[in-house]
């Protein structure tokens, strides 16, 4: 928004993310995943799940001398959020996570996903539906959840996450996507979809990359992510 200074100017001030949204660190990873993974993924894939030898304390962390550290082999965790609108299109993130497939399927060695999507609202039935028959035909290096969150744990999961998309679309062209200022806040890099106004808020190339189609989104995750 644009206000006035004392010499008649106006600035314009940015929305900033709350404070206690920041990077998540190992011990407070391991805690979520001990409280969510359960409710959030009850049938992860044995894929997801490191060998025995690795001892692990979850899916994403390792005990070392008593003390929790992320695993190297651990999964890539995408965090998205939504209000399952027809505002956001995630059959472009379904195109996506094809390609992604197909990357890993060329033996591109890129690390296993975990895609999480947090909200409610009335199209989340369909798209589960479509993540189901991809996961059963189609995908094996790729889980997909969608799950409500606590408020409180929202911002934990967020700071574990390695890229955050943004399918956000104003019909408007002026509201800017707050879940992006959340994603910087907690240091994720932001892969977002393309409209009027998200150059106000997302410059690509340098604070994140913007994107139109799942085809785009896709190449966007594959280059974003380290190999494994």
Same mark, same amino acid.
């Given at each position: ?36 993974? /359960?409710? @959030?993924? !009850?049938?992860? =894939?044995?894929?997801? *799940?490191?060998?025995? %030898? ?5 899916? $994403? ?6 003390? /929790?550290? @992320?695993? !190297?082999?651990? =999964?890539?965790?995408? *965090?998205?959020?939504? %209000? ?5 299109? $995630? ?138």
């Amino acid at each position: 928004m644009g206000r006035a200074n004392e010499r008649g100017h106006r600035a314009i001030l940015h929305d900033r993310p709350p404070t206690h949204f920041s990077r998540t660190g190992a011990i407070h990873q391991a805690d979520l995943c001990r409280r969510l993974i /359960p409710d @959030l993924c !009850p049938e992860l =894939p044995e894929s997801f *799940l490191p060998g025995e %030898s690795s001892q692990p304390e979850t899916a $994403f962390t390792i005990l070392k001398a008593g003390m /929790p550290e @992320l695993r !190297p082999d651990r =999964p890539a965790l995408l *965090l998205s959020s939504t %209000s399952w609108t027809a505002d956001e299109d $995630f059959s472009l993130l379904l195109t996506a996570l094809d390609k992604y497939q197909e990357a890993i399927n060329t033996e591109t060695k890129l690390p296993k996903l975990l895609v999480v999507i947090t909200g409610k609202g009335a199209l989340r039935k369909p798209f589960e539906k479509a993540v189901a028959e991809r996961e059963k035909l189609r995908w094996t290096d790729i889980c997909v959840r969608c799950h409500f969150l606590p408020a409180k744990d929202y911002p934990t999961l967020l700071g574990c996450a390695d890229l955050g998309v943004s399918l956000h679309t104003s019909s408007s062209g002026r509201d800017l996507p707050m879940k992006v200022v959340d994603m910087f806040g907690c240091g994720v890099p932001v892969l977002a979809k393309g409209f009027g106004c998200i150059d106000e808020l997302v410059k690509h190339g340098e604070n994140g990359l913007v994107f139109d189609t799942g085809e785009e989104l896709g190449q966007q995750m594959i280059v974003s992510l380290p190999l494994s």
